[in-house]
């Protein structure tokens, strides 16, 4: 392994890191702004609680509770917005102006909201709740679904101060609603507090984990985006993670390999794995990608993983005009047969953790999966000292060869902060290969 042509470990020249155009991140922020719009959170309503009309209260209630004006505002307006809800809708102030007792917010309210909720004025319908609820007349049971659809209201009125209160108080009453969850993350990002934003969300998402539903793509998109979005690049880089994790649809995950390209905090062997697996995954979306990929392969020591990926991108136009594509294509192909010859030689009489782990790391790039399984087990048995980089190849050189339960269980092995994160993308791979 002493001839420089023959140096299969790393030799420390710049990754693709270096490769970075200066304004990658604000193309990001304006790519996730666009795919967010699809994770926009979908406000809705909820049924309304039964209340007693005052031509009933009044036979069981103490004469007061219901006003003589306020009776003969409701009665009529009750009749007319089951076949006139335009007309009804027009004599509401009247009928608000009526409003004074306990029992007129509540039944007053609820009226103003089944309106509202007829004419589609999301005004109207929030005027209605906030009657109800300032009523303090509600069933216990009912109080938790009432302030989420207050909080929910509110926050389409852009009174987002309101809506947090209103929503809070749900999150009491319904701990593990996620609706609560996801709307009131809504709240705290128009309020800035992006940090709170996302723990509310992933609280959501546990609560529907706990539930037994499946990851949502959606919810871990929304954190991604919020991350993204507002500077906050470690916590982009982990949500990104979380989406690809989601098994999410294709605009999502094309996304989230974006951002973890672009922003995580990956060594640069931590990122010629990451590369790798986008590009078994077909994840590799744009011209600076490809050549990343490439800068990070190197022609001289991978050049079978060189041809593969030029001519895949060729193919796909994204070295389209590329002098160093076209340069490093030619040196991969003439250095293509002379390195296998030697990586089977060097196989068979290396020893050493390290070599072995190089010798695999190559073979992985020829398709040779049974070989370089063979070379990182050796690695590993022998002590190597970057045990996790080569627990990392062999399991990707298992999943080459379709041995997906034994590649998952190799990647849960991986151990360190970066690498783990890593290999738990390669986990939602092999999971969605062996599906």
């Not at 793509?217 to 982009?236: C, P, T």
């Not at 389209?320 to 250095?335: H, M, Q, T, Y």
């Not at 695999?360 to 190597?384: F, H, N, T, W």
Request: no cysteine.
């Amino acid at each position: 392994m002493a001839s420089p042509e023959r140096n299969y470990v790393s030799s420390g020249e710049p990754g693709w890191s270096a490769l970075r155009w200066m304004t990658e991140e604000q193309l990001m922020k304006r790519s996730i702004s666009r795919a967010a719009m699809a994770a926009v959170l979908a406000m809705g309503t909820v049924g309304m609680v039964s209340v007693a009309t005052p031509a009933v209260a009044a036979k069981k209630k103490s004469a007061g509770e219901f006003s003589k004006e306020f009776v003969g505002a409701y009665q009529p307006l009750a009749k007319q917005v089951e076949t006139d809800a335009a007309g009804a809708k027009a004599a509401v102030p009247a009928l608000a102006a009526t409003i004074a007792s306990a029992d007129e917010k509540l039944t007053g309210g609820q009226l103003i909201y089944n309106i509202g909720a007829k004419t589609q004025d999301i005004a109207m319908q929030y005027q209605g709740i906030k009657l109800m609820l300032d009523s303090g007349q509600l069933p216990a049971e009912s109080q938790g679904k009432v302030y989420l659809a207050a909080g929910q209201l509110g926050y389409n009125m852009k009174d987002y101060a309101a809506a947090g209160t209103y929503l809070e108080q749900a999150a009491t009453l319904m701990p593990n609603d996620p609706a609560v969850s996801d709307t009131l993350a809504e709240v705290y990002v128009q309020n800035q507090n992006f940090a709170k934003a996302l723990a509310t969300i992933d609280k959501g998402i546990a609560q529907r984990k706990a539930a037994g539903e499946a990851a949502s793509d959606v919810s871990a998109f929304r954190g991604l985006a919020i991350a993204a979005n507002n500077g906050l690049n470690d916590e982009a880089a982990k949500w990104a993670v979380r989406v690809i994790e989601s098994n999410p649809r294709a605009e999502y995950r094309t996304e989230a390999y974006k951002v973890l390209s672009a922003l995580s905090s990956y060594s640069k062997e931590e990122e010629l794995d990451l590369l790798r697996l986008m590009y078994r995954a077909d994840a590799l979306s744009d011209r600076r990608q490809y050549m990343a990929y490439l800068a990070a392969a190197d022609a001289r020591r991978r050049p079978a993983e060189v041809v593969a990926l030029v001519e895949k991108g060729n193919a796909a136009g994204m070295f389209s005009g590329s002098a160093l594509a076209a340069d490093e294509l030619k040196l991969a192909k003439s250095r293509y047969d002379q390195v296998l010859k030697e990586l089977n030689a060097d196989a068979k009489g290396t020893s050493d953790g390290a070599a072995a782990s190089a010798i695999g790391d190559v073979y992985l790039g020829y398709g040779k999966g049974a070989e370089a399984e063979a070379m990182y087990r050796k690695a590993i048995s022998a002590g190597v000292a970057d045990k996790d980089r080569a627990l990392t190849g062999l399991g990707i050189a298992l999943a080459d060869q379709g041995k997906f339960d034994e590649a998952k269980s190799t990647f849960e092995q991986v151990q360190g902060t970066t690498r783990s994160s890593l290999a738990r993308l390669w986990i939602a791979y092999v999971n969605d290969q062996a599906a």
